[in-house]
């Protein structure tokens, strides 16, 4: 684990609730934290479902802690959050939110077992090698950060808790890693809710059509008209939660009757 430099900011708090032997593991984004996750984390904990909301390395403290963390870490981080969620759990669901959603992608490639996934504005789709290459540009000439993709969010006064800037080298190692997740969506045969906002100022909504195209599961699509691209903060946030209730209601309760 990347070591961490400062404290963990307000509201950045990893959230763990013990509540039936069926759990959600929730995933939040990129430079984001659990904030942006909470209002879904605590809607299925309300419900009575386990949850377990992980602060993902580098994130939550201070942009430092991020600049030498890789998807390596990210990655391995879920997994092990899943590890300890399933060895409590008979039925485990997903939730991730941009990155979050990449991850949980990541996650249900390799574990059959998951029951469904609720994917918010999910990053699946590689950028044009143009941008890859810009990207790598900007590192060869010395620039290693670049103002932040936070608080993109339509309604008034609506804010994330989230770092100001995004470290390059951090951003390049997110586009290999969804490269590799983009190769293998056709693995992903559970039922997904995919939740898309129409305006999205960080991932392009042509990420949702992909995963829509190639995922071997059912997949529903709900747009999302009011909101950009951290829904889950934004004017729609109650038709995310609604809907993700629904979706893990629905992949989970077969479980929780018995």
């Known amino acids: 684990m990347p070591a961490v430099s400062a404290a963990i900011l307000p509201g950045a708090e990893p959230f763990l609730h013990d ?3 069926e759990g959600v593991l929730v995933l939040h984004g990129f430079s984001g934290n659990p904030h942006s996750m909470r209002p879904v984390a605590d809607a299925l904990a309300d419900a009575g479902w386990s949850v377990s909301l992980p602060l993902l390395p580098g994130h939550g ?4 802690d991020m600049v030498p963390t890789r998807w390596d870490d990210w990655s391995a981080a879920a997994e092990d959050a899943y ?10 669901a997903l939730v991730g939110l941009s990155m979050g959603g990449s991850l949980a992608c990541w996650l ?3 574990h059959p077992e998951i029951r469904g996934l609720a994917l918010v504005n999910p990053l699946v789709q590689p950028p044009p090698a143009s941008v890859v290459t810009t990207v790598r540009q900007l590192v060869d000439s010395g620039t290693e950060i670049v103002p932040g993709i936070g608080s993109d969010i339509a309604k008034e006064g609506g804010v994330e808790v989230t770092y100001e800037g995004s470290p390059l080298r951090a951003v390049l190692s997110l586009f290999a890693g969804v490269q590799e997740v983009a190769a293998g969506l056709g693995k992903i045969s559970c039922p997904v ?5 129409r305006q999205d100022h960080v991932v392009d909504p042509a990420s949702g059509d992909r995963l829509v195209a190639e995922v071997g599961g059912p997949v529903e699509r709900v747009w999302l008209e009011r909101s950009y691209h951290v829904a889950t903060l934004d004017h729609d946030a109650d038709e995310v939660v609604a809907r ?3 979706l893990v209601h629905s992949v989970l309760h077969g479980d929780a009757d018995r």
């Open 19 to 21: 509540g039936r032997p």
């Open 61 to 64: 403290t201070v942009m430092e």
């Open 83 to 92: 590890q300890h969620l399933a060895a409590r759990c008979d039925a485990v």
């Open 108 to 110: 249900a490639e390799r």
């Open 193 to 197: 809710l995919l939740l898309s906002s």
């Open 244 to 246: 993700t209730c629904e």
